[in-house]
């Protein structure tokens, strides 16, 4: 009988283990990222291995999700521990503008990631110039919740236009690239890193060609929304583009509540900068990673990543 009691207490101990997230010793800790098409995905599974591989007390996972709204909201729930964000929904985030009634003061960036540009597709057809010409139109402006969507709307309002100006449709980059070759709508948004996927097979299979956003629109946005800087999309990052189209870009940043373990910043930030090759690999955008970003991060730095980079 002692020996059922003791085995059944030893149950007892692993299933509270496992319901607070802890097996064999090791913490877990999920990452989130996006839908599976982008680059927040990959990019995140392989920071996720190498995290694991690094830090002996916790196992790292990536998980799918929406993208940087819900990504932010999972973290203020305590549903997820680190995630994959663009700096415009951190910082709507953390003043409670937005998407969000009540500010999130506890959310915090822990490093800087690549930038995303701005990709304005429509068929190659369309007489539509700018994406002031869209009033009317089948527009997608990129999953609900998602950091593409904040951009899009604010994207809208540049040009003079609002969701109620445009017959709105939240697809995923897939789904537009799809959506697009199917005549099924008029225009598309997308917020990523170049070269994406959804937009090479767009501009490969589906006749899209791209429009510009003019530096004079993103200035004008710089008031209200100050994380939005000037790009260009180069000639050849696409077939059909001949000549470097000038758009939007906005950074992405890994964030956290400011109750996450300090150590797990460091060993982040740590293979940011010292193991870059083996995220490279996964995808190239690695490349463009610049960690002295983080001196002008659009929210307050975590703790350990403000000392980290005091450090360097």
Same mark, same amino acid.
């Given at each position: 009988m002692k020996r059922v009691r003791i085995r059944w207490a030893a149950l007892a101990v692993a299933g509270l283990m496992a319901a607070c997230g802890v097996e064999g010793g090791r913490t877990f800790l999920s990452l989130g990222t996006a839908g599976t098409g982008g680059i927040y995905y990959p990019l995140g599974g392989a920071l996720a291995s190498r995290l694991s591989i690094a830090d002996e007390n916790r196992q790292y996972t990536a998980e799918v999700s929406g993208g940087s709204v819900e990504n932010i909201n999972r973290l203020a729930a305590g549903q997820m521990d680190l995630a994959m964000v663009i700096a415009v929904t951190a910082f709507q985030a953390q003043q409670g503008l937005g998407d969000w009634k009540e500010a999130i003061p506890g959310l915090r960036m822990l490093a800087p990631l690549y930038p995303n540009l701005t990709h304005v597709m429509v068929p190659r057809n369309s007489e539509a110039l700018s994406i002031g010409d869209f009033a009317g139109q089948r527009v997608s402006v990129g999953p609900p919740g998602s950091g593409t969507e904040q951009m899009a709307r604010h994207l809208l309002q540049a040009h003079g236009l609002t969701y109620d100006d445009i017959d709105v449709r939240f697809l995923s980059f897939a789904e537009s690239s799809s959506a697009l070759r199917d005549r099924a709508i008029d225009a598309a948004v997308i917020s990523v890193g170049y070269p994406a996927a959804a937009v090479l097979e767009a501009t490969t299979t589906a006749g899209v060609r791209l429009l510009p956003i003019?530096?004079? +629109?993103?200035?004008?946005? %710089?008031?209200? $929304?100050?994380?939005?800087?000037?790009?260009?999309?180069?000639?050849? @990052?696409?077939?059909? +583009?001949?000549?470097? *189209?000038?758009?939007? @870009?906005?950074?992405?940043?890994?964030?956290?509540? #400011?109750?996450? &373990? &300090?150590?797990?910043?460091? *060993?982040? !930030?740590?293979?940011?900068?010292?193991?870059?090759?083996?995220?490279?690999?996964? $995808?190239?955008?690695?490349? /463009?990673? #610049? !960690? &002295?970003?983080?001196?002008? @991060?659009?929210? %307050?730095? $975590? @703790?350990?990543?403000?000392?980290?980079?005091? /450090?360097r």
């Open positions: 003019t530096p004079e +629109v993103v200035t004008s946005m %710089q008031g209200e $929304h100050p994380y939005y800087t000037t790009a260009m999309l180069p000639e050849g @990052a696409y077939p059909g +583009v001949e000549a470097a *189209i000038p758009t939007l @870009a906005v950074h992405n940043w890994i964030v956290a509540m #400011d109750s996450l &373990d &300090d150590e797990v910043v460091t *060993i982040l !930030l740590n293979i940011l900068a010292n193991d870059r090759a083996s995220l490279e690999q996964v $995808h190239a955008m690695a490349k /463009q990673i #610049d !960690l &002295d970003l983080l001196a002008d @991060a659009p929210i %307050q730095l $975590h @703790a350990a990543a403000q000392s980290w980079f005091s /450090q």
